[in-house]
């Protein structure tokens, strides 16, 4: 978890998040990421497509952390 999740500053993550993306778009964690952002802040319909977008990815490349025991549906 990061720093902002820690602080809870969830709006605060997710607009970081969002600027990561640009750069690192199939790093699965980002979408992690962006799940706890959504799901703290209550936007339910968001997190679920985050969270969906990053199983869809599998883990992420070579060099980047994966999600692996983080999500279960």
């Given at each position: 978890?990061?720093?902002?999740?820690?602080?809870g500053?969830?709006?605060?993550?997710?607009?970081?998040?969002?600027?990561?993306?640009?750069l690192?778009p199939?790093?699965?964690e980002?979408?992690?990421?962006?799940?706890?952002?959504?799901?703290?802040?209550?936007?339910?319909?968001?997190?679920?497509?985050s969270?969906?977008?990053?199983?869809?990815?599998?883990?992420?490349?070579?060099?980047?952390?994966?999600?692996?025991?983080y999500?279960?549906?």
């Amino acid at each position: 978890m990061t720093a902002l999740a820690k602080l809870g500053w969830y709006s605060e993550l997710i607009r970081d998040n969002m600027e990561s993306f640009a750069l690192f778009p199939d790093f699965t964690e980002l979408y992690r990421l962006r799940t706890i952002g959504y799901g703290s802040l209550g936007e339910i319909d968001q997190a679920i497509d985050s969270l969906r977008i990053a199983l869809s990815l599998g883990p992420s490349k070579e060099g980047y952390p994966g999600i692996a025991g983080y999500a279960r549906i």
